[in-house]
């Protein structure tokens, strides 16, 4: 349940990811989002008692608000490719120094959330054992989902898979490129933020490199690029496969530490993605389902010259 919980959870923010994504924008410092739901609805939670299904919601336009503004000054300049990337690597390692470095923000220990028991705890988003949040985070994968089905069959999906394709062909057809960014950028912070929340409460504890590290941005953006980036359900199949393999992999690691008494190994889980990445950019660089929308391809063409 506990894998199959953050797996989930993974392939929710993959999906927001993937947002930004259709207009070919490679952000590699969501992380930042995530951790601005997350922190703003457990500090309105610990320090006014507001419940995290309202702070939430505070913490999402928070993340949003951010979202647009590096969005907007990076559009504005046209700032695009890897310096975009850049600039979110940069946004997620400002706000993760800050937090570390602000009692408020719990520094380097991070905020421990307090147990409600009880009735009431649900009132807060909390649960003794783990099969709500299951259905929570189920919930939150197919509302994710709808909600990416809804823009790549509406106008902003076609504007913005135009972008990504041709901005300056784009832009000659009259689509505002920097508009829809801006769109998609605070689509995808929105509900990233909300993935935050969820995961506090879950844990019930948070701390900045927790979320905010780029590391963490990385391995939400694997999720995506496994099962296929810029595909409707590549977040969710590369998550299902890449996280019991990071559990696998870190599980494999303690094993090996105790047998052969190995202090080192630290980080096992992270080369493990980064093989497999280098390997699927490689031979499917369009990840599982567009090896499969190839192969159907096939398929059909053959079947058609054979009719």
Not at 1 to 12: G, P, Q, S
Not at 15 to 34: D, E, K, R, T
Not at 178 to 207: D, E, K, P, V
Request: net charge positive.
């Amino acid at each position: 349940m506990e894998i199959l919980i953050i797996a989930l959870w993974f392939a929710y923010l993959g999906s927001c990811w993937n947002i930004v994504w259709y207009g070919g924008l490679l952000s590699l410092g969501h992380g930042a989002f995530v951790g601005i739901g997350a922190f703003t609805s457990t500090l309105l939670f610990v320090h006014l008692g507001l419940s995290p299904w309202i702070g939430m919601l505070a913490g999402a336009l928070l993340a949003t608000a951010v979202g647009v503004f590096v969005g907007f000054l990076s559009f504005r300049f046209k700032v695009r490719g890897m310096y975009f990337s850049l600039i979110t690597i940069a946004m997620a390692s400002i706000l993760r120094l800050v937090f570390e470095n602000y009692d408020f923000f719990g520094g380097t220990v991070g905020i421990f959330i307090k147990t409600i028991k009880g009735p009431q705890a649900a009132l807060v988003f909390q649960f003794g054992p783990k099969w709500p949040f299951y259905l929570i985070i189920l919930g939150m994968v197919g509302g994710i989902l709808l909600v990416c089905y809804t823009i790549e069959r509406s106008k902003i999906g076609f504007y913005l898979r135009a972008i990504k394709d041709n901005e300056d062909a784009a832009r000659s057809l009259g689509i505002s490129a920097n508009r829809y960014l801006i769109i998609a950028t605070a689509i995808s912070s929105f509900f990233a933020a909300l993935g935050g929340t969820f995961y506090a409460q879950y844990r019930l504890y948070i701390r900045p490199d927790l979320v905010m590290a780029t590391l963490f941005s990385v391995e939400i953006v694997t999720g995506p690029i496994i099962g296929g980036w810029g595909t409707l359900l590549g977040p969710f199949i590369g998550s299902l496969i890449m996280t019991p393999l990071g559990e696998f992999t870190r599980w494999l690691t303690e094993v090996m530490r105790e047998a052969f008494h190995i202090k080192g190994l630290t980080g096992l889980h992270m080369i493990t993605y980064g093989l497999v990445i280098i390997l699927v950019i490689r031979f499917m660089p369009n990840g599982i389902v567009g090896l499969f929308r190839r192969m159907g391809e096939r398929l059909w063409k053959n079947g058609s010259i054979e009719n």
